[in-house]
């Protein structure tokens, strides 16, 4: 029933830009937070920036400054403004509800590949 569909990465040069989408289906906004992580080769999974049903947002200090959250919640979708973009960005990115993505188990989308060259 739940569906997170990334969309929006690619490849970019450094200090480039690119805007995420996630397209959400199903009753999923049960909590009162969304996000959107990311995961490099050999990493764990981060968050990297959240957004509370109210606006409030929260950001990792490695994209503060060059990450904007967003969100639309009467279209189910969330978004990521991601600019000046960094090698060390380069991850794949997932959107999620904070309370799915804390559960063990819990689902995830397919994600989308952001490439940064140098």
């Known amino acids: 029933q739940v569906r997170l569909v990334e969309s929006g990465g690619g490849l970019v040069q450094a200090g480039g830009s690119l805007r995420l989408s996630c397209a959400a289906s199903?009753?999923?906004?049960?909590?009162?937070?969304m996000g959107w992580y990311r995961q490099a080769p050999g990493k764990q999974r981060e968050l990297v920036a959240s957004?509370?049903?109210?606006?409030?947002?929260n950001y990792d200090d490695s994209v503060k400054g060059r990450f904007t959250i967003s969100r639309d919640s009467a279209k189910n979708m969330l978004y990521l403004q991601m600019n000046s973009l960094k090698p060390e960005d380069t991850a794949v990115y997932y959107c999620?509800?904070?309370?799915?993505?804390?559960?063990?188990?819990?689902?995830w989308g397919p994600g989308t590949q952001v490439t940064v060259s140098s």
């Open positions: 999620n509800v904070l309370a799915i993505a804390m559960m063990q188990g819990g689902y």
């Open positions: 957004i509370s049903n109210d606006g409030s947002t």
């Open positions: 199903g009753n999923i906004f049960r909590g009162d937070y």
